[in-house]
Nanobody, 117 residues
Framework: QVQLVESGGDLVQAGGSLRLSCAAS????????MGWYRQAPGQQRELVAL???????YYADSVKGRFTISRDNAKNMVYLHMNSLKPEDAAVYYC???????????WGRGTQVTVSS
């Protein structure tokens, strides 16, 4: 079965940038929507951004204009470019795949993003 592995998390100063990567071991169905979620300590996991198979993108209001999601189906990769990072962006970031039924059915183990003020 397909596994998702995130990387790129790091400690960064406020205002800095990071690029998160999600590598799929095996082919993700090209029709799947891919997304990035995040979860901060004591908070619920929240959707940050998603990209459909057609390339349509959605962003949470809190990251609009600062984060960009992209995917490379040929390489089975999904990326999250994060600019102008804020302390409130600190969280564990998870990559996920959503099937045609709207179920987020595959999750990575997450990568930690820490933002110092």
């Amino acid at each position: 079965q397909v596994q998702l592995v995130e990387s790129g998390g790091d400690l960064v100063q406020a205002g800095g940038s990071l690029r998160l990567s999600c590598a799929a071991s095996g082919s993700i169905p090209s029709g799947d929507t891919m997304g990035w979620y995040r979860q901060a300590p004591g908070q619920q996991r929240e959707l940050v951004a998603l990209i459909t198979s057609r390339g349509d993108m959605y962003y949470a209001d809190s990251v609009k204009g600062r984060f960009t999601i992209s995917r490379d189906n040929a390489k089975n990769m999904v990326y999250l470019h994060m600019n102008s990072l804020k302390p409130e962006d600190a969280a564990v970031y998870y990559c996920s795949a959503q099937n045609d039924w709207g179920t987020w059915y595959r999750w990575g183990r997450g990568t930690q993003v820490t933002v110092s003020s």
